[in-house]
């Protein structure tokens, strides 16, 4: 009976642990939209205000820290914009913390393990050559700038 | 009566619109890079080769101006994120060249992103020169 019962359970945290891990391999359909003003203008300015929800503090943290080379541009802003943002976007990071030993805090959303498998055979090639880059999620996502993913 | 509307049109016109040609050659961003190049005349014809030029020295994605703001200052162009980037020239974006700080930030970020240095002000004020032409 004892046994049956430890089965049972451990069959339920690994259901548990599966479907969790299902949820998060299948990324958010929506995410809080940006709502600060400056936020909006300055990241805005060249990309797709994307949601601080979609990655950890930390990512944040070292992407405001590498600013004069941002993928590929400079991007850098004067201390007290840097500062503000920097906060905007730390307090609205997704709910998970960093693990050190997780390695790497990751910096390109499109690499993340979700997004790679929610993308993977979605795009044809009309689309892709139509959006020029995986980051341009607008091309597909209409109301991506409101947070809203969930129209594929 | 009539005749003298015409008389006043064609004086106002005589003498605002040199004036207005004038004004759109300058302006207070223009002439305080003018004093920092130390009065140079600068050449909308050397604004017209940086714009286009090719540099080694900066970012690999970014070799030009061009890259992202596409061959003509009158056509709309395209971040590397996909986002449009409205025309460089005046003509095009009148609202352009009017706010000192963005100017100096855009200046410093895409002179060190295409040619890896901030640019002279001989060569912001012939780039400025070059964009109010068009």
């Known amino acids: ?152 | 009566m009539k005749k003298q509307n015409i008389i006043f049109a064609a004086l106002f016109a005589s003498l605002v619109m040199p004036l207005s040609m004038a004004m759109a050659a300058s302006s207070p961003i223009l002439d305080e890079i003018k004093k920092q190049a130390g009065g140079v005349e600068f050449s909308a014809e050397r604004g017209k080769t940086l714009f286009s030029q090719k540099f080694t020295g900066g970012k690999p994605d970014t070799p030009s101006c061009t890259s992202c703001h596409g061959k003509s200052p009158q056509n709309t162009g395209k971040t590397r994120a996909g986002k449009a980037i409205a025309p460089m020239a005046v003509s095009k974006s009148p609202e352009r060249y009017t706010d000192a700080k963005k100017v100096a930030k855009w200046f410093r970020r895409n002179c060190r992103t295409v040619l890896g240095r901030e640019c002279t002000p001989t060569e912001k004020g012939d780039f400025l020169t070059y964009m109010m032409s068009q």
């Open chain 1, 1 to 152: 009976m004892k046994k049956a019962i430890f089965t049972l359970t451990g069959a339920f945290v690994l259901a548990g642990m599966l479907s969790s891990s299902f949820a998060y391999a299948d990324g958010p359909d929506w995410v809080p939209p940006i709502r600060d003003k400056l936020v909006k203008a300055e990241c805005g300015a060249c990309h797709l205000t994307y949601q601080p929800a979609f990655l950890p503090a930390k990512s944040w943290k070292k992407i405001m820290a590498g600013l004069d080379d941002h993928f590929g541009e400079d991007a850098t802003l004067d201390k007290d914009a840097a500062q503000k943002i920097e906060a905007y976007l730390v307090t609205n990071s997704g709910r998970r913390k960093w693990n050190d030993s997780w390695g790497k805090p990751p910096i390109r959303i499109t690499k993340l393990r979700w997004f790679v498998k929610e993308h993977r055979g979605e795009i044809s090639r009309r689309a892709m050559k139509k959006a020029g880059t995986m980051t341009n999620c607008k091309a597909c996502h209409l109301a991506a700038e409101r947070g809203n993913y969930d129209d594929d």
